[in-house]
């Protein structure tokens, strides 16, 4: 049966200024992994399009919803003339590189990490974006030197990756990552990053084209982490883990329980004043009617990554973006097994599989695809491809 067909989607930067905007709501609505999927099933029944699919199945035992058919949408012979059809432009993505010159060790729950040999992941990445050769840009969704590097090697280490970065013929935009700033200060970290943010802040967006707009959000934007121990957002963040975290080990999320685990440390959250640009930008995004892709290093879904991975205030983000239609993915690093979700208003949200933990000959790094009704995520050996379909909205 025929469906509604899709149709829609070179560098632009913006960096962020006071954009005059309606304040953000307060108001938010907590969803766990049960209550999420029963919300969704109402929306994906109404809205043909959204069919999507993963290439490996593993993301089910995290209830997300995945579909065993390829994107599917209008009869046989659209479906053939759709896969034929050539991407409007591709972009290559890859997180939490986290190299650092240490032998192997493992995560805190026992996840082997390959220190030495991310790196050599992300050597084969640039390879083949640039073998690619039809990708407009990069996006590195943070995290490209490890907590664990001695700190009398952060600064060699963090410009050996940026070198390694700098090797693709393109574009290569960072996200800042908890292990970025573990190493090296904002005031340092931004300008060898190139991000081109205004009074330390690495939030930004950009246009690849004049129908798209990619949104770059600062996760660390208010955080203990980062900024000098006597600057306001950090005196903001301790206070706020002090309420929210009776743990004297704020890293731990023992006796937390369900979402309120993301009260932890090493996450962080969009200040008030980034919340108003966010909203700004995706008004402008929308009267323009373009469509627009959200990069986060922290995750904003709850069905996408485990709670101790969170946003802290994931839930005031998602109510500036579910304002408007024009928000078609949301992609994300930091749990570094990945995840998948849509969320109750038909967006995407992808965590991307993390390079540091591919151990000798494995990786994980892809490009995007980006269609007039879909963007393909195609994987590489780890990191899963993942198509993710959109039903065209007339006022995105």
């Known amino acids: 049966m025929p469906t509604e067909s899709c149709s829609c989607w070179n560098l632009i930067i913006t960096s962020p200024t006071k954009t005059p905007s309606s304040s953000p709501s307060s108001s938010s609505t907590t969803r766990n992994s049960d209550t999420y999927n029963k919300s969704l099933k109402p929306t994906l029944n109404s809205r043909i399009s959204h069919i999507c699919t993963t290439t490996n199945a593993a993301f089910l035992d995290r209830k997300q919803i995945v579909f065993s058919a390829s994107c599917t949408m209008g009869s046989t012979?659209?479906?053939?003339?759709?896969?034929?059809?050539?991407p409007l432009f591709s972009f290559g993505i890859i997180s939490d590189v986290q190299y650092a010159d240490i032998p192997d060790g493992r995560s805190f729950i026992g996840v082997p990490r390959y220190y030495r040999h991310s790196i050599l992941v992300l050597q084969r990445a640039v390879q083949n974006w640039n073998h690619h050769k039809k990708l407009k840009f990069v996006i590195n969704l943070g995290d490209i030197v490890d907590g664990f590097c001695p700190k009398d090697q952060s600064l060699n280490a963090v410009k050996k990756v940026v070198n390694e970065f700098d090797k693709f013929n393109g574009p290569v935009y960072h996200l800042i990552g908890n292990h970025c700033l573990y190493n090296l200060p904002r005031k340092q970290l931004l300008p060898l990053l190139k991000i081109p943010g205004v009074d330390d802040h690495a939030y930004f967006d950009?246009?690849?084209?004049?129908?798209?707009?990619?949104v770059v959000l600062d996760g660390y934007d208010v955080s203990a982490i980062g900024w000098p121990q006597d600057h306001p957002?950090?005196?903001?963040?301790?206070?706020?883990?002090?309420?929210?975290?009776?743990?004297?080990?704020?890293?731990s999320p023992s006796g937390l329980v369900g979402l309120e685990r993301r009260f932890l440390m090493f996450n962080g959250a969009v200040g008030k004043e980034q919340l108003e640009w966010l909203d700004g930008v995706l008004q402008e995004a929308s009267n323009l009617k373009q469509k627009v892709v959200i990069c986060c290093h922290i995750p904003l879904d709850p069905g996408t990554s485990s709670p101790e991975a969170l946003l802290w205030n994931y839930d005031q983000v998602m109510d500036v973006i579910h304002r408007y239609n024009c928000v078609k993915l949301c992609l994300a690093g930091h749990d570094h097994k990945g995840g998948y979700s849509i969320d109750s208003h038909g967006i995407h949200h992808r965590a991307l599989e993390a390079a540091l933990e591919c151990p000798s000959g494995r990786d994980a790094f892809g490009h995007v695809d980006v269609y007039d009704d879909r963007l393909?995520?195609?994987?590489?050996?780890?990191?899963?491809?993942?198509?993710?379909?959109?039903?065209?909205?007339?006022?995105c």
């Open 77 to 86: 012979n659209e479906s053939a003339s759709a896969q034929e059809k050539q």
């Open 206 to 214: 950009f246009s690849p084209t004049p129908e798209y707009r990619f």
């Open 233 to 251: 957002k950090t005196l903001e963040a301790l206070n706020f883990l002090h309420e929210k975290n009776p743990n004297s080990e704020k890293n």
């Open 376 to 395: 393909s995520l195609i994987g590489t050996d780890r990191m899963h491809s993942t198509d993710m379909c959109f039903k065209l909205q007339e006022n």
